[in-house]
DNA sequence: CGTCGCTCCTGGATGC
DNA sequence: TGCATCCAGGAGCGAC
């Protein structure tokens, strides 16, 4: 599912090659992950405008259009933007197509969460899934001092879901968490009352080293994710507790427990994170 | 407003 | 072997 360093692989190579280019043609083959707008209306916006840049916040991709207009994009947990020659077989599972020179950009979704949305760019600020966002996990405005404060107005409930909230920080999902809190000794079912400024502070760091990690090595393919090139991020084997139940520790041999917490499913070391 | 359960969806895994 | 059921999960929504 892809995460800050997920999205951010697909940003950086969107921005290697599609940057400058005209999208020719637009074609719509399910309507369904255009959440606000009608296919004309999508249609009319994307055809004959060219690609100015490719943003992000949290995991959330933004495609700059000329004309003042501009795509936001949330893969969810199975969307992929894919880079193919035009002539390419079709796949099950593509909505949307996006034609430029002698390649497209294909939008697929096997469990169809993932949306795309039109905004004038100028609105995009005020975009509902962008204007609650919490600071970029990766941000350099996001420092200790200010995950701190923050974790001062969410006390009560377990840290876990609360690293996953996005409106709390955005870029962080369910396999970041897992990983940032195997790194910091806690259990995420610990309430956030409970931690010790020393443990905060492992958190923290723990997010801010194993995300550029992850970024380096293209992500982590759990789930469907994959490149626009359609390459399998390659992070998945320095995962700690991820997908490991039953596995031992690498620190301590004890097997990896799963839990679910909230409804998802939450991996750790039960002698390693107390 | 914070907290929490429910919901969307598909196909691979599991059970009988 | 085949069919039914379960399960994964980001984040919006409603309940409290």
Redesign the pocket.
């Given at each position: 599912?892809p995460e800050m360093p997920e999205v951010e692989t697909i940003r950086r190579e969107l921005e290697e090659k599609v940057k400058g280019e005209e999208i020719t043609k637009v074609e719509v083959r399910s309507a369904k992950p255009l959440k606000n707008a009608t296919v004309e209306e999508f249609t009319d916006v994307v055809e004959g405008a060219t690609i100015e840049d490719v943003k992000r916040r949290?995991?959330?991709l933004i495609i700059n259009l000329s004309a003042g207009y501009s795509l936001l994009i949330?893969l969810?947990?199975?969307g992929r933007i894919l880079y193919q020659i035009a002539n390419a077989p079709m796949e099950?599972?593509t909505h949307v197509i996006f034609s430029l020179d002698d390649h497209q950009l294909r939008f697929w979704d096997?469990?169809?969460?993932g949306y795309i949305k039109v905004f004038k760019t100028e609105d995009l600020p005020n975009a509902?899934?962008v204007k609650e966002l919490g600071p970029e996990a990766m941000g350099e405005d996001f420092i200790l001092e200010v995950f701190q404060k923050l974790l001062q107005?969410?006390?009560?409930?377990?840290i876990k879901?609360?690293l996953?909230d996005?409106?709390f920080i955005a870029g962080v999902?369910?396999?970041y968490a897992d990983e940032a809190l195997y790194y910091a000794g806690v259990q995420p079912t610990r309430i956030v009352s409970s931690l010790s400024r020393g443990e905060i502070a492992k958190i923290y760091e723990g997010i801010r080293r194993i995300l550029p990690a992850a970024l380096e090595y293209r992500g982590s393919s759990v789930?469907l994710y994959v490149d626009i090139y359609g390459r399998q991020g390659e992070y998945v084997p320095y995962l700690k507790v991820y997908g490991r139940e039953g596995e031992p520790c690498e620190r301590c041999g004890t097997p990896i427990r799963k839990i679910?917490l909230?409804?998802?499913?939450a991996h750790f070391c039960p002698k390693c994170q107390k």
């Open positions: 599912m949290g995991k959330i949330h969810k947990l199975t099950k599972h096997q469990r169809q969460f509902p899934e107005t969410r006390k009560r409930g377990p879901p609360l996953m996005q409106n999902g369910n396999v789930d679910t909230r409804g998802r499913g």
